[in-house]
Structures are given as structure tokens and as C-alpha cells.
């Protein structure tokens, strides 16, 4: 069984940067790729970003982080990034990463943004 652990979650301001990293215990990358989903209080859980690797990395964006998030990822490494700058309180949830191939999900990862 494949196991995730997401890390760099926290407290930041509205305007901040803050990145979060997601770690595989096995190789899991490849053509279904590795996603990140957010779930706020009240909330229904929401897609993202997602990243396609083994060759010409393909990444998608959810409309509302496109252009200030930015997903990668390390084959080497069996890790995932999501570089998250110009935060908005909007922004705040439990952030999952989520690998396709295993059909596996992390346990989550808290980001506030509150000043």
C-alpha cells in the first residue's frame, strides 16, 4: 500500500507564499499522475492541481490558483510540490495530495491564510 505524507502546511498572511511538499512511499508518478485537492470547513473537497511525469511533465490547474500555484514534482524523489504564492484567505483548507495510480490520499495538510 502506498503511503503519502504531505508536509509544509501552516499560518501565513494574505499576500504570502507558502509551499507544500507530498511524500510517496513508492513509485507512483507516471502517465495518471499526482494531484492536490483542498477541502474548507463546510465544504465539499476540491481539485487543485494536478501533474503527469515520465517524460514532458503535463500539469493542470483548478481556474481558481491558476497562475499564482505551481505543482511539480520529483520522480527521484517519489515527491510532490505545490508552490502557493500571493495566498488569499479564500485559500484556506486541508490540503490532500491524491496519487492516481495507487488510488491513494494523504491525510491531509492544514493551510491558513488569516492576518
Known amino acids: 500500500q502506498v503511503q503519502l505524507v504531505e508536509s509544509g502546511g501552516g499560518l501565513v498572511q494574505p499576500g504570502e507564499s507558502l509551499t507544500l511538499s507530498c511524500s510517496a512511499s513508492?513509485?507512483?508518478?507516471?502517465?495518471?499522475?499526482m494531484s492536490w485537492y483542498r477541502q474548507a470547513p463546510g465544504q465539499s473537497r476540491e481539485w487543485v492541481a494536478r501533474i503527469t511525469t515520465g517524460g514532458s511533465p503535463i500539469t493542470n490547474y483548478a481556474d481558481s490558483v491558476k497562475g499564482r500555484f505551481t505543482i511539480s514534482g520529483d520522480d527521484s524523489k517519489n515527491t510532490v510540490y505545490l508552490q502557493m504564492n500571493s495566498l488569499k484567505p479564500d485559500d484556506s483548507a486541508v490540503y490532500y495530495c491524491?496519487?492516481?495510480?495507487?488510488?491513494?490520499w494523504g491525510q491531509g495538510i492544514q493551510v491558513t491564510v488569516s492576518s
Open positions: 513508492g513509485g507512483i508518478f507516471g502517465a495518471t499522475g
Open positions: 491524491y496519487a492516481a495510480l495507487a488510488d491513494s
